[in-house]
């Protein structure tokens, strides 16, 4: 089964702080690599998504690294504010099925 | 305002005991999908729908049956709950194709089946 492996699993960082969560993908054949966003009680959002023919996206504080040859993709939140504490969960859509494969998760904290 | 909602949001219920968790979206969406959500487990996919009518199992499918009798409704039916099925579930839906990256989820419904 395809999957998409995500580390850490919680985070804690300093405000103003870099906080970085990492993601590695066993298959080649997807499409899109989003990050979603889920606060307490809420479902998840969409942050930002990245195509694989692109090296780096950047929205603001949030930047998504990808590196196809190691199959690994990452998000960067930069100057990290109380306000970012959340889940992060990333994700691959597979180019056939058009289903996405999520990761675990990574439960952020960011400490005023 | 554009939403995917979810009722109830909350339900204890007992093993055995039929239950549906609604799910309707105003967004005209013909992708609709079903979540569970447990610690350290993610987000795993229960049923999915591409359209009115068509519906396919995702990775955890047992116990659950939905249908798509209409665009905007995607109900999750547990015809005899069991205690493993207590977990946080998610609607969500979006746009067909690539597109089906961004998807838009509801507020979630907390199970709680004893």
């Known amino acids: 089964q395809q999957q998409v492996k995500q580390s850490p699993q919680s985070l804690i960082v300093q405000k103003g702080g870099i906080s970085i969560i990492n993601c590695a993908y066993e298959?080649?054949?997807?499409?899109?690599f989003p990050w979603y966003q889920q606060f307490p009680g809420k479902g998840p959002a969409l942050l930002i998504a990245?195509?694989?023919d692109v090296s780096e996206k950047k929205e603001g504080r949030f930047t998504i690294s990808f590196n196809k040859s190691a199959k690994q993709f990452s998000l960067h939140i930069m100057d990290s504010q109380p306000g970012d504490s959340a889940t992060y969960f990333c994700?691959?859509?597979?180019?056939?099925?058009?289903?996405?494969?999520w990761g675990a998760g990574t439960k952020l904290i960011i400490k005023p | 305002e554009a939403q995917v909602t979810q009722n109830p949001r909350y339900l204890i219920t007992v093993t055995g005991k039929k239950l549906t968790v609604t799910c309707s979206q105003n967004?005209?969406?013909?992708?609709m999908s079903w979540y569970r959500q447990d610690p350290g487990l993610g987000l795993r996919q229960i049923y999915y729908?591409?359209?009115?009518?068509?519906?396919d199992k995702g990775d955890v499918p047992e116990g659950y049956k939905v249908s798509r009798k209409e665009k905007r409704n995607f109900p999750l039916i547990l015809e005899s709950p069991s205690p493993n099925q207590t977990s946080l579930y998610f609607c969500?839906?979006?746009?067909?194709?690539?597109?089906?990256?961004?998807?838009?989820f509801g507020p979630g419904t907390r199970l709680t089946v004893t």
């Open positions: 967004m005209n969406h013909e992708y």
């Open positions: 990245i195509r694989p």
């Open positions: 298959n080649t054949a997807f499409d899109y």
């Open positions: 729908s591409m359209n009115v009518e068509v519906t």
């Open positions: 994700a691959a859509l597979g180019t056939s099925n058009y289903q996405l494969i």
């Open positions: 969500a839906s979006g746009s067909p194709g690539q597109a089906i990256y961004e998807q838009y």
